[in-house]
Structures are given as C-alpha cells and as structure tokens.
C-alpha cells in the first residue's frame, strides 16, 4: 500500500473548520484513501473514504485532488469531542489490512 | 451500521498464564478479521489476518505459537495470548471486514496487563 505522510499535530478553535491535509504522492490507480479516528484508549472509528471523487457524510467532508497525490479531511464544525489523532490509509481494494502510520493528533481548543 | 464488539475489555493476569480475548462482528457476517496491536504513545500495528475456516496470515515478527487466532464462525474471532509475559502488555484491537460496504470496522480494544 501506498505511504502516507500527515503533519503530526494541529490544533483548531471550537466551532471552526478543522482541515487535516494527507499526502500520498506514490498512491496506485486501485488504493482507496481512508480516513479513521482515534480516540485515546479507544479503538478507531471509520470516519470516510474515497477513490477519486470528493465524498461527504455525516461526519466529513473528503477533498481528493485530481492526481490523487493528496487530500483533505474537513470536520465542518470542530468540536471538542473531535481532539483525536487522525489517520488517513490508503488502502488497496483487494489487499484490505490497514497500515496506520503515525497520524495527526488533533487538538480541538475552548 | 455494522459493530464490531470486544471482551473482555480489560484484562490484568500474572505472568505465564494464558488469556483469551473475543472479537465479535454483531450486524454482519465477517469473513475477513484483522488483528492489531497498541503499545503507549505509538500507532496500530498488525499482527495477523484472520480468515474465516482458514489458518490464520500473521506478520512478520509475530509468533504463530504465541498469539493463536482462531476463525470458527463468520461473527466470532478469538486471540489468545499464551504463557503472557509483561511485555505482552499493550492494547489489542480487532477489526471486521466488509468488502461489500468497502468498510472496515474496529473493535473498542482490549486493555492487557501482565504482571
């Protein structure tokens, strides 16, 4: 699978737009880009994925650029239950193991 | 959506006993279970792909004898953990497949504790 790189933290205001930027430059024409969450001393929660369109749920919004070297999780209305480390995984469509890396811790500030 | 239970949800034990711990796929039925590990302060890694009716694939760096998955059912993986050691202290998190939803869903994670 394709590897990821995140910045390792980011802090954003309550009530504010959280954009947490994933590059994966040497990601292959079948790799999905996922996005999970973890809370501390939980086990990860699904948060999105997508291919190559941008893709929006309950929860996020996914920007994928065109290439498909980088993209973007947005949370529209950061609240502090958010504060998470966040990881984005590209993830082959028959190689389905996830490979976490190192993640972003996001700190979402009162 | 789908949930993916474990138990128990802690577990302290002394060391060289054993310790068996439960992932369960409540919604759906899953073929494909994956098994991850936790230590302090660092990300998930994977231990080992748990298949239904099959053996189990484990990663490089995991003993087979040591950590014993078994995949009797669509619903129920287990991990045991044998002849624990203190440094089998960490957290493990199982995680269930859903190909159709292109899904992957994760248990709440156990909490080991070796002494």
């Known amino acids: 699978d394709a590897k990821t790189t995140q910045p390792t933290s980011m802090d954003c205001a309550e009530g504010r737009a959280a954009n947490l930027p994933c590059n994966h430059s040497?990601?292959?024409?079948?790799?999905?880009v996922y996005w999970y969450r973890q809370i501390h001393s939980q086990g990860p929660q699904y948060i999105i994925h997508?291919?190559?369109n941008n893709e929006t749920n309950e929860m996020a919004s996914l920007i994928i650029t065109e290439d498909r070297k980088s993209s973007t999780l947005i949370l529209p209305h950061a609240t502090l239950r958010d504060t998470a480390v966040y990881y984005c995984?590209?993830?082959?469509?028959?190689?389905?193991?996830?490979?976490f890396g190192s993640g972003t811790q996001l700190t979402v500030l009162p | 959506g789908a949930v993916v239970s474990q138990h128990p949800s802690w577990v302290i034990c002394k060391s060289g006993t054993s310790v068996k711990i439960e992932c369960r796929s409540l919604?759906?039925?899953?073929?494909?279970m994956f098994w991850y590990r936790q230590f302090p302060k660092q990300s998930l890694m994977l231990m080992a792909t748990s298949n239904e009716g099959s053996k189990a694939t484990y990663e490089q760096g995991v003993e087979k004898d040591k950590f014993l998955i078994n995949h009797a059912s669509l619903t129920l993986s287990t991990l045991t953990v044998t002849s624990a050691h203190p440094e089998d202290s960490s957290f493990y998190i199982c995680?269930?497949?859903?190909?159709?939803?292109?899904?992957?869903?994760f248990g709440p994670g156990t909490r080991l504790t070796v002494t």
């Open positions: 995984i590209a993830v082959s469509g028959s190689a389905r193991q996830l490979t």
């Open positions: 040497t990601i292959s024409g079948n790799e999905y």
């Open positions: 995680s269930a497949d859903f190909p159709d939803l292109n899904e992957q869903y």
């Open positions: 919604d759906f039925q899953a073929t494909t």
């Open positions: 997508g291919l190559k």
